[in-house]
């Protein structure tokens, strides 16, 4: 809205404030310093005005009127502690009261329940209700393997069913009965199917959604928590990570905390129970006579002196994992280049250094820090090259969220159906791979059919007709969609990690945006990224081709990818790999694995046994996100503190603290030692840090201010990036679907199967196609169908999606019995797979 | 009086078209169509109809709200939910003269600009959805609805949905969401049906009778309508008599009929020559009237200056042998029961209330429950998030303002004073 803001003056308690006209009285009674009790409101969900709890007096109304739905007007005279609003308060309360099961000493929520804590404060403190209760139901019932049900606590805010529907965007929960049997629950309390982030348990005010396994373990009293940041991906969701005895236990956020408030997704909320899991790491190991064999840190570290001689250099490869902190990334790099001399430094197995310098230019991450708020803010959001849905599901909570809200149009390119679609203006289904004739195509509806300066040579010779056919999709499509944005003044595209799988697409993205700017519209550009601290380990400067801040380097390096060959070749003899498998997560298992045994030295650091760690001679334990203070860079540029909660277990080690170790080998001055210093290092050396600020209001709040900007990260004065055009992959010519991989909703890479609770989610392995192929198939959800390749075949469970492309297969890249790498060959084209069901 | 409302009332086969074109029907319909759409809002504002479904709000006010903008699509919306016990005035006019209704919807959408109306009628009215199916499709077929309806130029389509056994469905908003598929519960209001109602589009929302009046208004002009009854709500109304009068059942009368009138002369009287101990003139909400207050005319503005109200005009006749107490009940748990559960005080106040009435008719009332029902009450009224809840606290209050003594001899002697 580009209109004047009209102002209001108004009286609260005879104080008078001018807000916003159409702030409402909640929000303006707030602003004054006056609290009123909620329970149905909450500022990111729609108004519904049905607790009464927030009822105030209005000078010249008869009736009380709920401040939550009612907004100002210039002028008004409103009271929100009479003895009327402070009775009606009181009977409110004694109403929830009256068929509330009142089992206090055994409800989970006790202690941390809004409403006990709105009885102590409000009142009443005598019950008049003496009638038979009415009961939902005798027992528990569970609605989901995470989420258990007791309606007889209900206060009946259907907080659970709008945040279900308007945030999570899953709509699986609704209103069964009327009048004081109405029960918030799913379908007929059917068992769910959804998205399994129990976002309508940490919304509901008093305990009627609980969450499995942390039921009755414990009292909130009784737990000791740390405010942290999501260890998965990029989005950067705060959470308090709680536990007792020793062991975590829980995973929350928080509301007003976060760009997430008090949401998370599944992994977030049920996936952090890894760090507890009895496979962790306690004791270094050495490869003795074949096996690993537990040692003591002197034995590890003395058998990396012996191995690995100072300024070793090329003969030497790092790899550190993007789930470190930025103060263990940097460090790393520093061992890696000035300790060993070398400058063979990557922070994935997945992709080419050079995809991933492109897309880093492409995106614009050198540029400083874009906030999704801001995003969000453009007329016209294109989302393309990401299955938010499913990889970014707090972004895609966000996205949707503000979409709803607002007058604006909402573009999704992808080849698979995802939940956000619901929310889409216009989507686009293209073959998988094909983002860049798809922005190509959009680049030239946008011009009519001809090139901008701006993509000059590029697209000379292009035409339109060529770039939809290889596109796969419809020209009336790309033109309603060139029709959007160039409709729109402000524009913002969020680019996802199949721009990493397919590089061909990243210069033409960044053609894309230099398009849209030079015809004058505002356009941001937010990378969606898959793993917590990707950003923070490429602005640490874990990549061969830049330094700390995306600075220059004096020598490239390889990548993860030439390492291998390097080592394969013989070229390479030694590599430390600190929290990345390797061998589970690089395409073309069989050929990693055979690299990594050529090793002379192979010193891995993790907090599990990898399949990596397997292979390594040397296992150094580190230590999970729960256990180390440091900072994470989200995928918008938000650096944001994680903190300690527990001790490392055992003999394991604070990761920054075993990369220092290592260093103190070969220069007894490498350092430094704290986090903070490290990161005072890090503010000189990669000036995009210099003026990031890590306070953080940590406390539940309704202020809801969420856009924290003070924590993005600002351009680098010294990057010298260059994008590099990669030329179209091919596809193998047989087999009916094209295979593409990506996250499963419920995991992050190989390293939330180490979570019990995300496996009893989901255990067994999926391949996802659409409802047509299905159909022509004979083949339906649920089925046990064979996929089979050219390099390998798996048995897999079938999902079906009804909005996918055709032609097009899906397999999560998390599954240990699925190693869906095993279907890709080092240099051959993208496989291509046939599907056949299994019959035993 | 001529009888505009229910004269087809009676008569062989009325459902049928021909017989409802033979006796002058859809004339005003194709008078209207040669009048300008704002002449016609003005007609009815100068007729000063006020909705028939209880509240009483000006129905020509209530269309000139809606915007004229053409490329909105709008809606008209016919509440034949029918729910407030006592009432069966719009199921005499839908079982007997559907065309009635139809005809005057067809006139308030081309007022409106609404080239789709709906008729919301309850699901047990299986009967009347059926004869209005069949009249919608005489219509159609005769050129009164469907395209270019009588070469005018407006076109209009008709459709009946059945609700679903909700007495919240009747209320206006509750009424929307139902029809969009969503489970019955008001809405916040603002924004208003006029602005944003079913399917966020400008909406008009009217009653059976008040719909069933256009017709009249258009052919024999808003003065007519205007002279009778009260200046301030005038026009004819349909009165549904039930309870221990001896005629009872459904008269068109003049609005501002006085108690004594309709009971004693048009409906011949108390049953048996009992005695009359009170009177609910406008369906089970509006606070009951006593023989202290025969000669209240039962129009709007009379009967709001009672206490009381108009309501659906159901007038409800009790004589001496009624138990208040169950009276009380009965009516309460009706509202407890049909409570839409949105709202915290009607949800969870009205079956306390309702248990509470329960114990002190079966004898098991205690010291205090008088004084326990009225705070209450207290404590629901005018706080709740749609008029039902009021309403059932509005009947209750009637009950104990004027027959307190017998809900306390209930509790002090464990048995009834009436019966
Ligand atoms: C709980 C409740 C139930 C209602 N039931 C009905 C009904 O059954 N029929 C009806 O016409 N109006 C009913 N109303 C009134 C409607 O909300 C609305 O005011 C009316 O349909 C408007 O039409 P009118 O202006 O023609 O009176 C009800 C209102 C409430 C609050
Ligand atoms: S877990 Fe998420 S998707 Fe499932 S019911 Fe709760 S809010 Fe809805
Ligand atoms: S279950 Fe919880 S969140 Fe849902 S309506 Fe009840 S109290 Fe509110
Ligand atoms: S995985 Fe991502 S979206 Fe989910 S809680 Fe963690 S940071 Fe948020
Ligand atoms: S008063 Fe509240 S609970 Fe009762 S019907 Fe209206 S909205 Fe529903
Ligand atoms: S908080 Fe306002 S009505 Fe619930």
């Known amino acids: ?840 | 009086m001529e009888k505009v409302l229910l004269k087809n009332l009676g008569k062989p086969d009325s459902h049928r078209i021909e017989n409802y074109i033979a006796n002058g029907g859809y004339r005003a319909l194709e008078a209207a169509l040669k009048l300008k759409p704002d002449n016609i809002v003005q007609m009815v504002k100068d007729s000063g109809l006020r909705g028939r479904g209880g509240a009483g709000f000006s129905t020509g006010l209530k269309w000139s709200f809606i915007p004229k903008d053409p490329t909105i699509p709008k809606y008209l919306c016919c509440n034949a939910d029918e729910g407030e016990p006592g009432t069966f005035k719009d199921r005499g006019i839908i079982d007997n003269d559907p065309h009635l209704l139809v005809e005057g919807m067809a006139i308030a959408s081309y007022a409106i600009g609404a080239a789709n109306s709906y008729i919301y009628i309850r699901g047990e009215f299986a009967f009347g959805a059926d004869r209005l199916e069949a009249a919608i499709k005489e219509a159609t077929e005769k050129g009164y609805l469907g395209n270019n309806i009588q070469g005018s130029g407006f076109s209009h389509n008709m459709y009946v949905h059945k609700g679903f056994g909700a007495y919240i469905c009747g209320e206006e908003t509750a009424l929307l969401e139902s029809i969009e598929g969503y489970r019955g519960q008001p809405r916040k209001k603002p924004p208003f049906p006029a602005l944003s109602g079913l399917y966020a589009k400008p909406t008009v929302i009217n009653n059976v009778e008040t719909l069933a009046c256009i017709p009249a208004i258009i052919e024999k002009g808003p003065k007519w309508f205007s002279s009778m009854g009260p200046e301030k709500s005038p026009g004819p109304k349909i009165y549904c008599v039930s309870g221990h009068v001896k005629k009872p059942g459904l008269y068109e009368l003049p609005m501002g009929t006085t108690v004594r009138d309709l009971i004693f002369n048009h409906c011949g009287g108390m049953l048996k020559n009992r005695e009359l101990k009170a009177v609910i003139p406008g369906g089970v909400s509006a606070p009951m009237l006593t023989t202290r207050d025969l000669d209240t005319p039962l129009d709007f503005d009379s009967l709001a200056a009672k206490g009381s109200m108009l309501g659906s005009g159901a007038v409800i006749v009790m004589d001496e042998s009624t138990c208040m107490v169950k009276m009380a009940l009965i009516i309460n748990r009706f509202f407890s029961h049909e409570s839409c559960g949105k709202c915290t005080p009607c949800r969870d106040g009205t079956p306390w209330l309702t248990n509470i009435l329960k114990r002190i008719e079966g004898g098991q009332g205690r010291q205090g429950d008088v004084e326990l029902l009225e705070s209450l009450c207290t404590n629901i009224f005018g706080r709740t998030f749609c008029p039902l809840g009021d309403g059932a606290v509005m009947a209750l209050r009637g009950a104990l303002k004027n027959f307190r003594d017998e809900f306390q001899y209930h509790i002090d002697h464990k048995k009834c004073m009436a019966s």
């Not at chain 1, 990594?596 to 599990?608: R, Y």
């Open chain 1, 1 to 840: 809205m580009h209109g004047v803001i009209i102002m209001a003056t108004v009286k609260i308690n005879g104080k008078e404030i001018t807000v916003q006209d159409n702030t409402l009285i909640l929000d303006a009674a707030r602003d004054a310093g006056f609290e009123i009790p909620t329970f149905c409101y909450q500022a990111d969900l729609m108004g519904i005005g049905s607790c009464r709890m927030c009822l105030v007096e209005i000078e010249g109304q008869k009736k009380l009127q709920p401040s939550c739905i009612t907004p100002v007007l210039h002028g008004m005279s409103i009271n929100t502690e009479t003895p009327t609003v402070i009775s009606a308060r009181a009977s409110m309360l004694e109403f929830l009261l009256a068929n509330h099961a009142l089992d206090c000493p055994v409800c989970d929520k006790g202690g941390e329940c809004e409403l006990q804590d709105m009885v102590y404060k409000y009142g009443p403190h005598k019950g008049r209700h003496a009638e038979k209760k009415f009961k939902f139901q005798e027992k528990d019932y569970a609605l989901s393997p995470v989420i258990i049900k007791n309606s007889n606590r209900c206060v009946q805010c259907q907080k659970c069913v709008r945040v279900c529907a308007e945030v999570v965007g899953a709509n699986v929960l609704g209103a069964l009965g009327r009048g004081d049997h109405q029960e918030e629950t799913s379908f007929f309390r059917h068992f769910l199917d959804c998205d399994q982030d129990g976002n309508c348990i940490e919304v509901c005010p008093v305990g009627c959604f609980m969450r499995l396994p942390y039921r009755y373990r414990t009292r909130p009293w009784d737990l000791k928590g740390a405010d942290t940041v999501c260890p998965y991906c990029g989005t950067g969701c705060r959470m308090v990570i709680e536990h007792r005895d020793g062991v975590l236990i829980r995973s929350k956020a928080q509301l007003g905390v976060g760009l997430n408030s008090e949401t998370l997704c599944a992994r977030g909320r049920f996936g952090c129970d890894f760090a507890s899991s009895t496979e962790r790491l306690k004791t270094p190991l050495i490869r003795r006579g074949g096996s690993l064999e537990p040692a003591s840190w002197e034995e590890a570290l003395g058998y990396i002196k012996e191995h690995i001689p100072v300024n070793i250099g090329n003969k030497m490869g790092g790899i550190a994992s993007p789930r470190l902190t930025n103060e263990e990334l940097y460090l790393f790099q520093k061992l890696l280049r000035d300790i060993f001399g070398s400058p063979n430094l990557d922070s994935t197995a997945r992709w080419e250094p050079e995809a991933t310098e492109g897309f880093i230019k492409a995106t614009g991450m050198d540029e400083g820090g874009v906030s999704v708020f801001d995003c969000m803010e453009s007329d016209s959001v294109l989302v393309i090259g990401s299955h938010l849905s499913d990889e970014n599901p707090v972004t895609d909570y966000i996205v949707r969220r503000i979409k709803n809200t607002r007058r604006m149009s909402l573009i999704i390119a992808s080849p698979r159906e995802m939940k956000l679609d619901s929310s889409a203006t216009i989507k686009l289904r293209h073959s998988p791979g094909r983002e860049a004739a798809v922005l190509d195509a959009i680049a030239l509806a946008v011009n009519a059919g001809k090139p901008s300066p701006a993509e000059g040579a590029a697209l000379k010779d292009a035409k339109i007709e060529d770039l939809i056919a290889s596109a796969g999709v419809t020209k009336g499509a790309v033109e309603q969609i060139a029709q959007r944005l160039l409709a729109a003044n402000s524009i913002a595209i969020i680019a996802g990690m199949e721009f990493l799988r397919h590089p061909e697409g990243i210069p033409e993205l960044g053609l894309l945006k230099e398009a849209l700017k030079s015809s004058g519209k505002k356009v941001l550009v937010m990378p969606a990224l898959d793993r917590a601290n990707q950003r923070g380990a490429w602005e640490m400067g874990v990549h061969p081709a830049f330094g700390p801040g995306y600075g220059p380097v004096k020598d490239k390096g390889l990548g993860c990818a030439g390492m291998l060959e390097a080592a394969n070749r013989g070229d390479l003899d030694m590599m430390y790999i600190a929290g990345a498998d390797v061998a589970a997560m690089h395409p073309d298992e069989e050929f990693t694995r055979k690299a990594l045994l050529k090793l002379k030295l192979l010193v891995v650091q993790d907090i599990f046994l990898s399949e990596t760690a397997k292979l390594a001679h040397v296992v150094l334990p580190g230590s999970s996100f729960a256990e180390k203070e440091g900072t994470f860079t989200n995928q918008e540029g938000r650096a944001q503190i994680i903190r300690k909660l527990l001790p490392p277990p055992g003999k394991a080690k604070r990761d920054l603290d075993v990369i220092r170790a290592v260093g103190e080998v070969y220069d007894p001055s490498f350092g430094p030692k704290m986090p903070v210093l490290v990161l005072d290092e890090i503010r000189n050396a990669a000036g995009m840090y210099a003026h990031v600020s890590l306070a953080f209001n940590n406390k539940r709040n309704t202020e809801n201010k969420l856009d924290n900007r003070h924590a993005l990260v600002q351009g680098s004065a010294t990057s010298a990036l260059s994008v590099t055009r990669f030329s179209a992959a091919t596809t193998e010519p047989e087999g009916r679907f094209h295979l593409t991989t990506g996250n499963h909703l419920f995991h992050s890479g190989r390293f939330s199967r180490r979570s019990g609770t995300l496996l009893g989610l989901l255990s067994a392995a999926v391949v996802e196609i659409s409802e047509k192929d299905a159909a022509s198939l004979n083949l339906k959800s649920g089925d046990k169908v064979k996929v089979k390749g050219r390099h390998y075949e798996a048995i897999l469970s079938l999902k079906t999606k009804k909005g996918s492309k055709e032609g097009v297969a899906f397999i999560a890249e998390n599954y240990d019995d699925v190693p869906v790498n095993r279907f890709f060959k080092k240099g051959e084209p993208a496989p291509r797979v046939d599907i056949t069901k299994v019959t035993y």
